[in-house]
T-cell receptor, first 113, second 113 residues
């Protein structure tokens, strides 16, 4: 089946630092999504990307849909303590259809004061 | 209630029990999903319902039985589960034809003894 390789697996950073994480796939996706999950909760959608090459921002978060449609990255600028959590990338094969998401294994972000 | 709700939030059951998980979406969406989240594994898609019809079943064992009586409600009926079925079960919903961003509930933490 399809797999997403998400890296890094975990990040230990200082408050105020910028963060970068990415996902790559052997298959093409038509939609890329980035989610954040806090302990005991479901994933919360951060950014959705629909077109190859698209660059989208949501506050301090910026994500890009790779031009080959096989990768995406998420950047967080000037990290703050509430950014702690697990970040997941997810790809969808069919844009706009009822299609399940393929998820990466997640990047665990830990911020040291 | 807003968003996607799931009940119960926690469930402990024996291998011979029968139980059901419930999901309700208050977003007016027309597609609903069940995912399984196990430790150190990516979220795994289990079932997809679009317009109340099952459109995908990812080779899930028959001891898991989904039901979608209407576009707002989704159930997962559990019967003679195994300890390895212990996981966080997440429900999601989306609006097919409009980007299909999936919004998740908080999950049900299931423990099978």
């Amino acid at each position: 089946g399809q797999q997403l390789n998400q890296s890094p697996q975990s990040m230990f950073i200082q408050e105020g630092e910028d963060v970068s994480m990415n996902c790559t796939s052997s298959s093409i996706f038509n939609t890329w999504l980035w989610y954040k999950q806090d302990p005991g909760e479901g994933p919360v959608l951060l950014i959705a990307l629909y077109k190859a090459g698209e660059l989208t921002s949501n506050g301090r978060l910026t994500a890009q849909f790779g031009i080959t449609r096989k990768d995406s990255f998420l950047n967080i600028s000037a990290s703050i303590p509430s950014d702690v959590g697990i970040y997941f990338c997810a790809g969808q094969r069919i844009g706009g259809g009822a299609d399940g998401l393929t998820f990466g294994k997640g990047t665990h972000l830990i911020i040291q004061p | 209630e807003t968003g996607v709700t799931q009940t119960p939030r926690h469930l402990v059951m024996g291998m011979t029990n029968k139980k059901s998980l419930k999901c309700e979406q208050h977003l007016g969406h027309n597609a609903m999903y069940w995912y399984k989240q196990s430790a150190k594994k990516p979220l795994e898609l289990m079932f997809v319902y679009s317009l109340e019809e099952r459109v995908e079943n990812n080779s899930v064992p028959s001891r898991f039985s989904p039901e979608c009586p209407n576009s707002s409600h989704l159930f997962l009926h559990l019967h003679t589960l195994q300890p390895e079925d212990s996981a966080l079960y997440l429900c999601a919903s989306s609006q097919v034809g409009q980007g299909n961003e999936q919004f998740f509930g908080p999950g049900t933490r299931l423990t099978v003894l």
